[in-house]
Each structure stands twice: as C-alpha cells, then as structure tokens.
C-alpha cells in the first residue's frame, strides 16, 4: 500500500476510535480530551504491539491472546466502573517445534506502574525462552496500558495485580496439559520484579524458581525518593486514596521487603549501580531484609552497567552475558529440553 494510503486510512482508523470514544478535538484541548486522546493512542499502539507479536515469532512460536477472569475491585471508586470480575488479556507463546515430554513455564511480567506487555520492551527474552524450550505466559494484569482508560484505573499497586498473574499461571496449567506445574518459574524486571516477589511469597508452593531483575522492593523509602507526579499515582482516589504519610502501613503491605519470611523457592536478584529508576540502595534493602530472615538467594551487582536500569533487556554483549547467567539460573531448577 502507498504512504499516502496508509496514512489515510491510519487518519481515518484514529478519527473512529476518536468518535467512538466521544472525544471532541478542538484546537486547545482540555486535560480531560488530552488524557483521552492519550488513552486513544495506547489502544493503537497495542493493536500494532499484538499484530506485532505474531508476525515476529512465526515458525518460531505458537502465539495467542487469551482473556480471563480477575478478582472484583475492592476500592470503592473502582466499583463503580464495574462490581464484577475483571477481565485480564494475556499472551501466549509454546514453542512451534515438537518436545518430548512436559514444558517448564515461565510466568514473564512486564515493567512499569503503567506498562504492557510489549516487543519493544520483551521481544528479545520471549524469544530466547521460547528458543529455550519454555511455554510462556505475560499477562496484562489490570492497570496495564493499551485498554482503555477504564481499565488503566483498576490499578491495585501490589495487591489485587498479584492475583491476575497468578491466575494467568492458573489459567496456563489448566489449558495445556503438556505443561509441568511442578516447573513454573516466574521472571519480572522493575515493577515486573516487584510483582514476581510479590507472586513467590504469597503463593510459595506454587513457583520453582524467581529472578527479579532491579526490583522495585519497599515503596515508603522509594516514595520518598520519586517526584509528586510518581507519588500521585498511588494516592489518586482509584488506587490506594491516601499519601504515604497517611497509611504507611498500606504502602508497606505492597511492598516485597515486608513479605521476604515466605520466600520458598530459589531467588536471583540484580541490581545496577547507575540505577536512575530503582536504586542500588533500595534492592539491597531488600537482600538485607533476606539476609535477616535466614533466607538462601542469590545476588548480583552491576557496576555502571550502560543504559543503567534497563541494561540486561538490550542487544549487548553484556546485555547477553547477563540474560545467559539468568537461563542458566533458571536451567539448574526447570530443566527445559
């Protein structure tokens, strides 16, 4: 198709979307109609995120998009955009070629308050696993960006996102056979981190093996390190409703570092010592608090690792040599084939 057709027909794809989310353009657009348009763009862009994913991985994997069914929202705010369960898309990748005897799975979370999952951001390790022999399964747990503003507000920082990626585990072993619940690891990097954490205490029989890659680990100290606009995520009236000075104990009980007497299972933990995101100093927070509870984990720092926080997701050769110690840890516990 020419450029010029394809930007018409882009235009005229972005002015439906438009229309039918009743947003007016005008020449000065109000916060509400920029905040809409914004949730606009996300829809596309994870429209081409999912076309995306199928083309990149074909022959290599069996990719699918399925949706289940999350817990109701328990904030009050949130229930009024729905008292139901909420539903939750995922994705899908099984290896395309044939493997005797039952797959390992891993559990691969995506970054940010606000992230997705994305080729951007996970082409590269989703590959590699799948090359590995794993089933693969990345949730979009609620809150994620690309579904509508409705659903971006059904964020529950450290709660209620821990019961979607657990159930996208759930959902996984009861949908393909050939997959081994007694070999399910899960893998995060930042907020992605925190929630794997979160996952390997809360359910600690249920995970063979956790890396956490710069998590996010105890938000009182992170808050107070980040901006007003970082801080106002999590007190806005549709999440937690209140600042960190006012419930300290909540943001705490979100917070991987409070829950680190349950951990069962083998732990791999990095940090970067450029961190401008997750610092240093708050992952080690973490490791002492391990330490302290007598648990058994492995750690690893980098020392000005480029990129910093987002280093190991690359195409460097340090990049590389980190995600290979990653497989290998994994490798030791899942034994793909």
């Not at 997750?278 to 080690?284: K, P, T």
Request: net charge neutral.
């Amino acid at each position: 198709m020419p450029i010029s057709r394809s930007l018409f027909a882009f235009a005229l794809v972005f002015s439906c979307l438009l229309s039918a989310s009743g947003v007016e353009v005008t020449n000065s657009p109000s916060a509400a109609t920029e905040q809409s348009l914004n949730f606009v763009q996300q829809r596309l862009a994870k429209t081409i995120s999912d076309a995306t994913w199928f083309t990149r991985l074909q022959g290599l994997a069996i990719v699918d998009k399925i949706r289940f069914v999350g817990p109701p929202p328990r904030n009050p705010v949130q229930r009024r955009i729905t008292t139901n369960g909420v539903i939750i898309p995922a994705y899908t990748f099984l290896p395309a070629r044939k493997i005797r005897g039952k797959l390992p799975l891993i559990v691969l979370l995506h970054t940010e308050v606000h992230g997705d999952f994305n080729p951007d951001d996970d082409f590269r390790v989703t590959r590699e696993l799948v090359e590995q022999g794993y089933a693969v399964i990345a949730p979009d747990y609620r809150g994620s960006t690309g579904y509508g503003g409705d659903f971006w507000r059904l964020i529950d920082y450290g709660g209620l996102e821990v019961d979607d990626v657990w159930l996208a585990r759930e959902w996984m072993l009861a949908h393909h056979r050939n997959i081994d619940p007694a070999r399910v690891g899960i893998m995060g990097w930042s907020h992605g981190g925190a929630i794997a954490l979160l996952n390997v205490f809360r359910h600690p029989n249920d995970y063979a093996v956790c890396y956490a890659g710069m998590p996010v680990t105890d938000l009182p100290y992170r808050l107070k390190q980040k901006e007003k606009d970082y801080r106002d995520l999590f007190s806005a009236p549709y999440h937690i409703g209140a600042q960190l000075e006012d419930n300290t104990a909540e943001y705490l009980r979100r917070s991987p570092v409070a829950q680190v007497g349950n951990l069962r299972c083998p732990l791999l933990l990095h940090a970067v010592s450029n961190d401008e995101d997750v610092s240093q100093a708050e992952v080690e927070r973490l490791a002492v608090a391990l330490r302290n509870a007598g648990k058994t984990f492995e750690y690893k720092l980098y020392t000005n690792a480029p990129a910093g926080h987002a280093f190991n997701k690359l195409d460097t050769a340090e990049a590389e040599r980190s995600r290979r110690e990653i497989y290998a840890f994994f490798a030791r516990i899942l034994k793909p084939r």
